[in-house]
């Protein structure tokens, strides 16, 4: 996804606007640009490639003193990466500058109708559109020209504008897309995300769809879709500029491992107490619903996938998962006793967004489980349960992904309680063995030491196939896809019984393959497969409790984990395959933290 940033204020918005583009690299990007108010109207500078690319043309230029500006890095969706198409985008008439985040759908019907009036184009994106039918809806006051434009926009945007008219303000709008407004003391910013603010100010202001603002150096207005004031206090950001700096570490995505022990104690401690699961944000009857359905995309559909066989197990109630980019696209049965859980790290993710509207649509009950506070799914949401797993910088999420786990494990134990399935002494071994998480994902880091060296085996190896059987199979899933994500090898997850279903086919001498053994019950089935593989020549790196040791028979190597209640295996059974990709990954000389062509939150479909 692309990143804004936007500043006014008394300081020299040049320095600030880089400093803040390079806080928002880690959300993918291909290209970057910065414009700025000056004594003499705009000016821009943008740049394709890095933001390091972008400050070089910058110490060349001579005009873009101004304190008052916006930034943006831009992921190509109209158009090809190049300086024409990189944002910011200007009017014909030189009077906007304008950056937007998301997708115009109509783009189309809205550029042939301004060039039938005369006006050029200059890029090939949706977003120069935006700006031209601004310009052309002027007539003097910016925010009716924006209202005016932006009710001709169908899709998705968050947009931020200067005008040379109004210096020291910036406008901005949003829909469907994230847009955070920072205030502090004689200037005001705003961004896409707070950690391009964090280094500025704690205090910030949610725009809600449909809604836009004026945001000058001592005062921020924001207007509902028909014009009308809107009174928001701003919330304080409890975290600091050190959670979104490495802290000694080459990569995040290793500080974000490392952290995992931290965020699931976050995650877990505070609903916990006097033995007892306590969920204040969640106000259920589970006795109304007969079924739930847990949709999300990625990784967090991977875990909707664990939370699907916890909750099977321990509700004695019918569980689907759905990937969120199909949820609307079927013919589903919803109603008011269907729970849909949406599951999403950043709340901004624009599949999810649409399959929990349809679910709302359709009479079901939400629950939404998301890390952001004020984000668009939570605020959607029947119901909302944070992960609070702090910020994560790497696009390959770790820590973001093990505190979803921990909430749907929470859940599931509450919900099961509250339909009475569990007795006295199977809740409190529950809630005890989620008690012990944090430590265990502590002990996991522990017997993860050597991961680094069978890196230095595999990280050669162009295709490998993850392996494992109930919840050991869901976890493969997460654990292949982010050795794809980082380290750009072809890697597939199987349930380990379909292997010779067809798959058994492309095992061959030297392949490798993973098999998860943490399903303690159907570990014989697993390591019946672990031998049909190694019978055809491949060699197996497993991952299995410490406390099995008929394993050391059968794998080539070893990776263990601590031994927890066996419902909760996924949460330290996927850290060291988190390792293992991290390592392969920097072997192979790969960017790790911001993996080519991929983005942290997907806000367009």
């Known amino acids: 996804m692309c990143g804004i940033i936007g500043y006014t204020g008394s300081d020299p918005a040049v320095p600030i606007l880089l400093d803040g583009l390079k806080k928002l690299e880690y959300r993918g990007y291909d290209s970057a640009g910065i414009a700025v108010q000056t004594a003499d109207g705009l000016h821009m500078v943008k740049a394709t490639g890095k933001v390091e690319k972008l400050a070089e043309k910058l110490e060349q230029a001579t005009d873009m003193e101004g304190i008052c500006g916006i930034g943006h890095t831009r ?27 998301g997708i115009i759908e109509n783009y189309l019907e809205i550029k042939t109708e301004l060039e039938e009036k005369g006006i050029v184009f200059a890029s090939e994106t949706d977003t120069e559109v935006i700006v031209q039918l601004l310009a052309y809806y002027y007539e003097g006051d910016v925010r009716k020209s924006l209202m005016r434009t932006i009710r001709r926009l169908e ?36 961004a896409s995300d707070i950690t391009a603010l964090i280094r500025h100010t704690k205090d910030v202001i949610d725009l809600d769809d449909g809604e836009t603002a004026e945001i000058r150096t001592d005062s921020v207005r924001i207007f509902d879709p028909y ?21 000694g570490y080459d990569h995040f995505m290793m500080k974000e491992i490392m952290e995992q022990p931290q965020a699931l104690q976050a995650t877990l401690e505070p609903r916990i107490k006097d033995g007892r699961i306590v969920l204040d944000s969640v106000d259920l009857d589970m006795k109304q619903f007969d079924r739930i359905m847990i949709t999300a995309c ?24 759905e990937l969120a980019s199909e949820f609307r696209y079927r013919d589903l049965v919803l109603n008011e006793r269907t729970l849909v859980i949406v599951v999403s790290q950043s709340g901004e993710t624009a599949d999810t967004i649409a399959a929990l509207r349809k679910a709302k649509e359709d009479g079901a009950a939400t629950l939404a489980i998301v890390n952001v506070v004020g984000s668009t799914i939570a605020k959607i949401a029947d119901h909302v349960i944070y992960t609070w797993a702090g910020p994560e910088i790497a696009v390959a999420t770790t820590k973001g992904y093990v505190t979803q786990l921990a909430v749907l494990d929470l859940f599931a134990v509450w919900a099961a309680d509250q339909l009475g399935r569990l007795d006295h002494k199977t809740y409190s071994q529950l809630v005890k063995g989620l008690k012990a998480l944090p430590a265990k994902a502590q002990r996991a880091l522990d017997l993860s030491a050597r991961v680094g060296r069978l890196a230095k085996l595999y990280h050669d190896r162009k295709s490998l196939f993850f392996i494992g059987r109930n919840l050991d199979h869901a976890v493969a899933m997460e654990g292949s896809l982010k050795l794809k994500e980082i380290s750009y090898l072809h890697s597939e997850a199987y349930a380990a019984g379909e292997l010779k279903h067809g798959t058994i086919a492309l095992i061959e001498p030297g392949r490798l393959v993973v098999a998860l053994c943490c399903c303690e019950r159907l570990y014989e089935k697993t390591a019946s497969n ?76």
């Open 155 to 190: 899709g998705s945007y968050a947009l931020a504008v200067l005008c040379a008219d109004e210096p020291g303000t910036v406008f901005a709008a949003r829909m469907s897309s994230p847009l955070i407004i920072g205030v502090g003391a004689g200037e005001n910013f705003f």
């Open 227 to 247: 014009g009308n004031p809107v009174s928001r206090e701003p919330r304080h950001i409890l975290w600091d500029i050190a959670a979104a700096e490495k802290g």
């Open 75 to 101: 992921w190509a969706t109209h158009g090809s990466p190049s300086d024409v198409n990189a944002h910011p985008h200007m009017s014909a008439d030189g009077r906007f500058a304008i950056v937007h985040n």
């Open 298 to 321: 990625g990784s967090a559909y991977h875990a909707g996938c664990v939370g699907r066989l916890v909750l099977e197990t321990l509700c004695r109630l019918p569980v689907e998962t």
């Open 530 to 605: 672990i031998q049909q593989v190694k019978a055809r020549g491949a060699t197996v790196l497993a991952v299995a409790p410490e406390s099995n040791h008929q394993i050391y028979g059968e794998a080539d190597h070893v990776l263990r984990v601590p031994g927890v209640h066996p419902l909760f295996f996924p949460v330290v059974e996927i850290i060291p395959l988190q390792l293992l990709a991290y390592w392969v990954a920097r072997e192979n000389g790969c960017d790790i933290d911001k993996p080519k062509n991929l983005a942290k939150s997907v806000t367009v479909e």
